[in-house]
T-cell receptor, first 113, second 114 residues
Framework: GENVEQHPSTLSVQEGDSAVIKCTYS??????FPWYKQELGKGPQLIID?????GEKKDQRIAVTLNKTAKHFSLHITETQPEDSAVYFC????????????FGKGTTLSVSS | DGGITQSPKYLFRKEGQNVTLSCEQN?????MYWYRQDPGQGLRLIYY???????QKGDIAEGYSVSREKKESFPLTVTSAQKNPTAFYLC?????????????FGPGTRLTVL
């Protein structure tokens, strides 16, 4: 089955810097890769996702890149702000209808002002 | 106001008791999921259901049971057979249309066994 590894487990940056979180996956059949942001005591919120037919997707300060050959994908946050502080999870799935996501263990991002 | 609701937000249970966590969605999604989250861990799948009256075990189904009698509802029962039930439980739902099956999460229920 699918296995997703996420690095780093913690990341501290200064406000305005960029942050990069990386994930690798094992199942070459996986073709859908969402990223979630989770604030303390709340449910995860989808922030961006990418499907295997594209290599990069951007939404304002957030971007995701996908390298299918190497089986890794990354989240890039530019111009970080204190409100970006949260736990970020990557996930992967073969994306057959109704298939559950396989999650990485999360990255705790701290943005200090 | 569309979304996924979970209740209660906090739940306390005595050892040996069964307890049921509620999950309701009004997004007209076919698929629903239950995940368990422990500190420092990712989300682990307990059960999922792709359609009414059908559900499948996830990676950690032992000690849990579910039902899917209505499209909107997917309750999770934590039984006394679950050895370490204290955790944060998250429900999610998604459409089943290919390319439009993003999963959306509820706010979670924190279960503590006393």
């Amino acid at each position: 089955g699918e296995n997703v590894e996420q690095h780093p487990s913690t990341l501290s940056v200064q406000e305005g810097d960029s942050a990069v979180i990386k994930c690798t996956y094992s199942d070459s059949a996986s073709n859908y890769f969402p990223w979630y942001k989770q604030e303390l005591g709340k449910g995860p919120q989808l922030i961006i996702d990418i499907r295997s037919n594209v290599g990069e997707k951007k939404d304002q300060r957030i971007a995701v890149t996908l390298n299918k050959t190497a089986k890794h994908f990354s989240l890039h946050i530019t111009e970080t702000q204190p409100e970006d502080s949260a736990v970020y999870f990557c996930a992967a799935t073969p994306n057959q209808a109704g298939t559950a996501l396989i999650f990485g263990k999360g990255t705790t991002l701290s943005v200090s002002s | 106001d569309g979304g996924i609701t979970q209740s209660p937000k906090y739940l306390f249970r005595k050892e040996g008791q069964n307890v049921t966590l509620s999950c309701e969605q009004n997004l007209n999604h076919d698929a629903m999921y239950w995940y368990r989250q422990d500190p420092g861990q990712g989300l682990r799948l307990i059960y999922y259901s792709q359609i009414v009256n059908d559900f499948q075990k996830g990676d950690i189904a032992e000690g849990y049971s579910v039902s899917r009698e209505k499209k909107e509802s997917f309750p999770l029962t934590v039984t006394s057979a679950q050895k370490n039930p204290t955790a944060f439980y998250l429900c999610a739902s998604s459409p089943r249309d290919r390319g439009k099956d993003t999963q959306y999460f509820g706010p979670g229920t924190r279960l503590t066994v006393l």
